[in-house]
Each structure stands twice: as C-alpha cells, then as structure tokens.
C-alpha cells in the first residue's frame, strides 16, 4: 500500500510540473508574441507614418496593462491620460494579436475623435489598415474601454471586478474607418471571427527621441598620475570629419 502511494504521488507531482512547464511556455510565447508585435509595429511607423531620420528611436513607456491595472475603462483613462503616440497592443485567448497606433493626444470625452496618422495592423498580416475616415478614428463611450472606428475593433469595458484583472471582451466589425489591404479578407484579418476575449491589453507611450551620435578618435592618453589603486588619465578626442 505504501508503494503504491508514493507511485500516485510521484505520477501527480510530475502531471503537477508537466501542467506547470505548459503554463510557463505558454506565457512566453504569449509575451514572446506580443514583443514582436511591437517591434513589428514600431518598425512601420518609423518606416511609413512618421518622417523621422535614421538615427531616430522610440522610447517606449508602458502606460497601461490590463494584466496589471485591470480592463477597466476607469483605470485605462486613468494611466492614459492625455498623451499621444500611443501605441495599443492587443492580444486574445486563442492567441490573435493585433493593434493600432493614436498620434493624436487621447481624449477620454464621450464620442469620436479625429486623428489623421492613426492605423490599425495584426500580427497574422504584415499589411498595415490606413486611416480613410479621420472623424472616426477612434470611439469612447460607456460601455467601451474605447473602439478604432466604430466597431472596427472593439474593447468592452470589464464590469464584473472578479474577472477585472484577467480578462475582457472583444468585438470586430470592419466598416470602412480603416482601409483592410487588398487580398484579405476583412472578416479574418485581424481574428478568425467576430466575438473574442482578450487576456492581454497593453499600451505604450512612443516618446521620439533623436541619437547623437559621434564620431571620434584617440590621438593622446596622458601617463597616470600615481602609480596607486586610484589615478587618473587624461584621453584626448577628436571628432572625425
């Protein structure tokens, strides 16, 4: 009898580890997933939305994450606040990821909002959707977190506060806001049907910041001052033409 508990506990601990090494790749490859959608999205909008020079970078701020903060609207307003570039990354329960980019300062007023450079992308597609109805860039309203378009993308507001830190709805319906690229089909482009829940929610705060970058050569380094633990040398630079 004894052998034969140690055998049921020893197969229940290694189900235990299994189940836990699933859990853990799983999440990885969800964050793995999610990283690339930004390095992907970041990379078009340096490419064809913002005239930047080469040497131009994003600094990237997380503002909000529904897995932190909760899929509230109340708390996504709050880490918002009024900041532009904004860049919304959206991931499902059945592993769809896609997103859209704001330029203009977010505003939290009930209604839609205007914004010219704004688009939306997905991670099954390299294609970008380009803005065709400014007016309607995005929508806030009380039932929303907010939506692109009208209903193009859709992020409902959690109510219930057992589920708020764990996941929302979503709810697609292209309608002409945000051009879907020829040769796709708009209901599937950016989730393989209408109705989806959404287990991650991020947003980054895209600061554009320029590197300085120098070019220089040594042409004098000076003896040490003492031969101790702490001594000092002088380098001398010289920019290269």
Not at 90 to 116: M, V
Request: proline residues 2%.
């Amino acid at each position: 009898f004894f052998f034969f508990s140690s055998r049921r506990r020893h197969t229940r601990c290694r189900e235990v580890s299994w189940a836990r090494r699933c859990v853990q790749e799983t999440e990885n490859t969800y964050n793995g997933n999610l990283q690339k959608l930004r390095e992907d999205a970041l990379s078009n909008i340096k490419r064809q939305f913002i005239k930047v020079k080469k040497t131009t970078y994003f600094n990237q701020t997380l503002l909000y994450s529904g897995v932190r903060d909760g899929f509230t609207k109340e708390k996504f307003e709050e880490k918002v606040g009024a900041n532009a570039s904004l860049l919304i990354l959206i991931g499902t329960q059945d592993f769809s990821y896609f997103g859209g980019f704001l330029n203009t300062a977010y505003n939290k007023t009930l209604g839609s909002h205007i914004d010219d450079k704004a688009f939306t992308f997905s991670r099954n597609n390299s294609a970008l959707c380009k803005i065709l109805n400014p007016a309607l860039a995005y929508d806030v309203n009380a039932t929303k977190i907010m939506s692109f378009g009208l209903d193009d993308i859709v992020i409902y507001n959690q109510t219930n506060t057992t589920y708020a830190n764990i996941y929302t709805s979503g709810f697609i319906k292209p309608n002409g806001t945000y051009k879907i690229p020829d040769g796709y089909d708009p209901n599937i482009f950016y989730h393989n049907g209408t109705n989806f829940n959404i287990t991650s929610l991020e947003v980054y705060w895209l600061k554009k910041e320029n590197q300085i970058i120098l070019f220089l050569s040594l042409i004098h380094i000076s003896e040490p001052t003492r031969p101790l633990y702490i001594s000092y040398a002088v380098f001398c630079l010289k920019k290269k033409k």
